[in-house]
């Protein structure tokens, strides 16, 4: 059986051998900001980035360029959103140390919404996401 992860992915045994992991043809999830503008996450078998309209705003993977999001703009971005979609674009947040306990707030509550994962779990993920939005 395939990993659903793979056919999304466009993933395929020998991908980094011809290219960086990047395909002409990404699966593209896109989403409407709370402010009018739309949010776009190319996923590639190596790489995600992430856009707002067309301009590049970050990506996971080799080019590794997050944190470029301030707390007040994920706030406008995602006032409309569920927390599981706010979810989404947390890669792209940085955060200063005074608005953790908000942040963790919002990390519950996302995780809450997303079933496939063990409450033993909640902690470690919790922790992992505040970690890697703190800007030092």
């Known amino acids: 059986m395939t990993k659903p992860w793979i056919s999304f992915t466009g993933y395929y045994d020998g991908i980094f051998d011809e290219s960086d ?5 990404p699966k593209t999830l896109q989403i409407e900001l709370s402010d009018g503008k739309m949010l776009s996450i190319e996923v590639h078998p190596g790489d995600i980035y992430y856009f707002i309209e067309d301009k590049e705003i970050g990506c996971i993977g080799p080019h590794y360029k997050i944190k470029t999001i301030s707390w007040q703009d994920f706030a406008i971005y995602t006032k409309s959103w569920t927390y599981q979609q706010k979810l989404l ?7 200063k140390e005074g608005e953790q306990t908000t942040l963790e707030e919002l990390i519950v509550n996302g995780l809450r919404e997303v079933k496939a994962i063990r409450w033993e779990d909640y902690e470690k993920i919790r922790k992992g996401i505040v970690l890697n939005c703190l800007i030092e």
């Open 21 to 25: 992991g990047y395909i002409e043809d």
């Open 89 to 95: 674009l947390m890669p792209m947040l940085g955060i």
